[in-house]
């Protein structure tokens, strides 16, 4: 599951894929299975499936990462977040804070997936520029914590890209990226960390009435009740 926001969506590169087109193709060079998982679509790659969002902060990624990975269920999370929080001067104190918490809030709705954490890439945007330093050097911290309680956490450094292949990247600068993913995917395949994918949620259905089996509210507490709903696509029929 690719995660963040613009940068993981594509914007800027030729292709509308940003790094995972380019990460695609190296990982089946590799001779992995593959199935990029999310809610959106995007770019012109043979598998376009991503969780990236144009503009999303910290905060805005995590209110979508539970479904999501819930729905889901990947053995491997790229993660690039934090660009927008930045940009902005969104509560830029607390940023790293935000990142500690997605990070624990991933691994805990995909237990068995392995989550790479990259450091943001350099930025032609002032704003962004005097707080991105010290967000990077956070980022090691918050991997080694993660590691430290036993979760398939680590840091991707990103530092290879200069101001010619930003602010969003170009298509240099999302080779770049893809090379950095690649990295980050084989060292950690070394370390015997990706699993095979959990299987994941699907829909009760009856082929006579067109119902499901549902849940109201999403309840997931013992001896919820369920019932007999319309059918849809939401987290409390999956």
């Given at each position: 599951?690719?995660?963040?926001?613009?940068?993981?969506?594509?914007?800027g590169?030729?292709a509308?894929?940003?790094?995972?087109?380019?990460?695609?193709n190296?990982?089946?060079a590799?001779g992995h299975?593959?199935?990029?998982v999310?809610?959106?679509?995007g770019?012109?790659?043979?598998?376009?499936?991503?969780?990236?969002?144009?503009?999303?902060?910290?905060?805005?990624?995590?209110?979508?990462?539970?479904?999501s990975?819930?729905?889901?269920r990947?053995?491997?999370v790229?993660?690039?977040?934090?660009t927008?929080?930045?940009?902005?001067s969104?509560?830029?104190?607390t940023?790293?804070?935000?990142l500690?918490?997605?990070?624990?809030?991933?691994?805990?709705?995909?237990?068995d997936?392995?989550v790479?954490?990259?450091?943001?890439v350099?930025?032609?945007?002032?704003?962004?520029?005097?707080?991105?330093?010290?967000?990077?050097?956070?980022?090691p911290q918050i991997?080694?914590?993660?590691?430290?309680a036993?979760?398939?956490?680590?840091?991707?450094?990103?530092?290879?890209?200069t101001?010619?292949?930003?602010?969003?990247?170009?298509?240099?600068g999302?080779?770049?990226?893809?090379?950095?993913?690649?990295r980050?995917i084989?060292?950690?395949d070394?370390?015997?960390?990706?699993?095979?994918p959990?299987?994941?949620?699907?829909?009760?259905s009856?082929g006579?009435?067109?119902?499901?089996?549902d849940?109201?509210?999403?309840?997931t507490a013992?001896?919820?009740?369920v019932?007999i709903?319309?059918?849809?696509?939401?987290?409390n029929?999956?």
């Amino acid at each position: 599951m690719p995660l963040g926001d613009s940068i993981t969506w594509g914007v800027g590169s030729s292709a509308g894929s940003g790094y995972r087109g380019p990460l695609w193709n190296k990982l089946a060079a590799d001779g992995h299975p593959l199935d990029f998982v999310g809610t959106v679509r995007g770019g012109s790659m043979s598998d376009p499936d991503n969780e990236g969002h144009s503009g999303y902060r910290i905060d805005q990624i995590a209110a979508l990462a539970d479904a999501s990975l819930t729905r889901y269920r990947p053995n491997v999370v790229t993660l690039e977040i934090g660009t927008n929080d930045l940009n902005e001067s969104y509560q830029v104190s607390t940023a790293t804070d935000r990142l500690r918490s997605l990070v624990d809030r991933i691994t805990a709705a995909a237990p068995d997936a392995t989550v790479l954490v990259a450091s943001l890439v350099v930025s032609t945007s002032g704003s962004e520029e005097q707080y991105r330093p010290a967000y990077n050097r956070a980022i090691p911290q918050i991997v080694s914590e993660a590691q430290a309680a036993g979760k398939h956490v680590a840091h991707v450094d990103m530092s290879g890209l200069t101001t010619a292949d930003t602010l969003h990247p170009n298509d240099a600068g999302y080779q770049k990226m893809a090379d950095a993913f690649h990295r980050g995917i084989q060292a950690a395949d070394g370390a015997g960390w990706p699993r095979n994918p959990a299987p994941a949620p699907a829909r009760l259905s009856s082929g006579i009435a067109g119902k499901c089996l549902d849940v109201n509210g999403a309840g997931t507490a013992d001896g919820t009740a369920v019932q007999i709903w319309g059918c849809g696509d939401t987290a409390n029929q999956l």
